[in-house]
Structure formats: C-alpha cells, structure tokens
C-alpha cells in the first residue's frame, strides 16, 4: 500500500513538473535574441535557390566577413532581395548547407 501511494505520487510530481520543464526550456530561447548578420546582396540566382551574400562576421560559425554563396530557406526571399541591397539575415546549418533562413533589408 505504502509502495502503491509511493509510485502515485511520483506520477503526480512527474505530472506537476512538467509545466515547470517548459518554463525552464523556454527561457534560453528567449534570451538568444535573434542576432542578425549585415551583409550585402551581391548576386540572386532563383533558379538555384542559391544567393551570394557579402557578409560581415559570423560569430556562430566562426566566420570572418567574406563573401560567398548561400541556400535561401524559402524561395520568397530571393525575390524579397536584390543584388546591391543592403540586409540584415539570420543563417543556420541545414542538411550541411548554409541556409539563410531569414533576411531583411538593412535600413
Ligand atoms: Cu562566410
């Protein structure tokens, strides 16, 4: 009996530290504020999916300003953007491709 209420007792404390759990997970994520990179626009290729970025420094991989090619995570972007604008992106390793998954004209 003691054993039974034991075990009911630790699905219960499972059960209220769950909210508590995703509080906690949830806090981190919030703190990354989405830091963006600055870049130029210098080539849109739609039919690849692909655009060249000038970029400046990449903390999260290490990067120091350069210029090279990137996925567009959604076709849309490419069309959002033009070679010779100026933008503020976010870029995340997706399938071992450097994908930039957001991106906004610098103001
Ligand atoms: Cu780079």
Known sequence: ?????????????????????????????QAQAPQLI?????????????????HGPIKKFDMDGMTMVFRAQ????LKAVKAGDKVRFDLEKIQGQFT?????KAK
Do not use: H, W, Y
């Not at 009996?1 to 949830?26: E, G, H, Y």
């Not at 600055?38 to 690849?48: L, M, S, Y």
């Open 1 to 29: 009996m003691t054993r039974r209420m034991m075990m009911i007792a630790a699905v219960i404390f499972s059960i209220a530290d769950a909210p508590m759990l995703a509080i906690a997970q949830s806090q981190p994520a």
């Open 38 to 54: 600055n870049g130029e626009v210098t080539k849109i290729d739609a039919e690849a999916g692909k655009l060249t970025i000038k």
């Open 74 to 77: 959604d076709p849309a972007m």
């Open 100 to 104: 930039v998954t957001k991106i906004e």
